[in-house]
């Protein structure tokens, strides 16, 4: 089996590499990144693709004839006409649950910062504020106890669940708006409140996103759905840019209708230089690094050979369908 990786660098850089995608290949072809229009010349009579972000769209499948196999190294796969390859009968696979953690992490690092106010005091602090003040300390305007607020949860997969451990941990509050509410997950889940969406809008003090992008969920929050969220709440998205408006976000923050915002992904990656987020006080940027520890890119990489290894024996692991 013949085996094109078109865009290496979203996951190894750092002396990463595939290694154990070779081990079961006959050949490997590794491309940094690969612009859209080389995508089909590239992949060329490949068998298997890994791919993170070049779109493998039905054109691509109608002209790489021998492909059978699209590894996609993430969780989501909106990269992938996921209806174009099962026509076609070419196996998709993802990757779930590498970066749970990781991405759990990253929304408490965004509470903390908001409730604590940490890089905003040390900016304070190296300016002089501290320096000039008479007191042995000052009282920053806003600092909050993270166990006095209630936190919303919008899609209640892996990450979902994690983040709502952590917060159950911090003594916060949490309502959880879902597709699908089981059995299983109120057992397990005993002091989380499921809601629905308006309740959960209307309620929570901040608002955290862990759904997919589909066209259900596509510029979701934008303007009328802002307007009815609890006045001076808070909005995480670390999931996709898609799903958020990033203009009526902006426009929802600077008005002071949402307090804040933290965001680790945007509609459009990199953020163009002229982005609505820019430059709005209380928009917090991260570059869609949530998910980017190290041992979660070793993990990622791990499992992209389990997945390959288990379609090779004819029982494929983490098919993903349309």
Known sequence: MNCVILDSFATANENLDFGAIRELCERVTVYQRTPPEEVIRRIGGAQAV?????????????????????????????VVDLQAAEEKGITVTNVPGYSTQAVAQQVFAYLLDYANQVADLNRQVQQGGWSRCRDFCFYPAGMRLLSSMKLGI?????????????????????????RTVTKKMEKKFPQV???????LLKKSDVITIHTPLTPQTENLFDQSVFARMKA????????????????????????GQLAAAYLDVAPQEPLPE????????GIVLTPHCAWAARECREKLIRICAQNLKAYQKGKPIHVVRG
């Not at 039905?58 to 969780?75: K, N, S």
């Not at 409140?193 to 309740?199: A, D, G, L, M, Q």
């Not at 808070?234 to 923050?253: E, F, K, M, P, Y």
Request: net charge positive; hydrophobic share 45%; proline share 2%.
């Open 154 to 178: 919008f899609g209640f997969g892996a990450i979902g669940q994690q983040v709502a451990k952590l917060a159950l941990g911090f003594g916060m509050k949490v309502l959880v708006c879902t």
């Open 50 to 78: 890994l791919t993170n972000k070049c779109v493998i769209s039905r054109e691509v499948m109608d002209c790489c004839t021998q492909l059978e196999y699209i590894g996609v190294t993430a969780t989501g796969c909106n």
């Open 193 to 199: 409140k499921f809601v629905s969406w308006e309740t």
């Open 274 to 281: 002229n982005s609505p987020l820019l430059g709005v006080p």
């Open 232 to 255: 001076k709440s808070v909005l995480i998205n670390t999931a996709r840019g898609g799903i958020v408006n990033d203009l009526h976000l902006a426009q929802a923050v600077k008005s």
